[in-house]
């Protein structure tokens, strides 16, 4: 059975490079690249893995995390966060509002991939 990711990113490049990891994985890859719409998106597509960047347009990923993790359809679903800021309180902050894992950018791709695979299996 195919694994469906929701890739919440707006970042071009990460996006390309994310997608064509996970697709060489046989996984089925949504995208959504902006807040507003997010949490609408993971509980129409109710995906196996959503990765959540947290600095995007109109609505953070915290934020977004947030609600995900409210709604009784999703709250289960497995969340990996994905920063450029690696600061310690923003692993804390992560994690305290319910993020499966916590990644900064740049990632090593053997580095991300391990990580969905743990985090789906």
Do not use: C, Y
């Not at 305290?96 to 969905?116: C, H, R, W, Y």
């Amino acid at each position: 059975m195919t694994k469906k990711v929701l890739l919440i990113e707006d970042e071009p490049h990460i996006v390309e490079a994310l997608s064509f990891l996970l697709k060489r994985e046989s996984w089925q890859v949504e995208i959504h690249n902006d807040g507003i719409g997010a949490v609408n998106k993971v509980s129409e597509l109710t995906p196996d893995l959503v990765i959540l960047d947290v600095m995007l347009p109109n609505i953070g990923g915290m934020e977004i995390l947030h609600d995900i993790r409210q709604n009784q359809q999703t709250a289960k679903t497995p969340v990996l966060m994905l920063t450029a800021k690696g600061q310690q309180k923003d692993r804390k902050a992560a994690e305290d509002a319910g993020a499966s894992l916590f990644m900064t950018k740049p990632f090593s791709n053997q580095e991300i991939v391990a990580s969905i695979r743990e985090l789906v299996n």
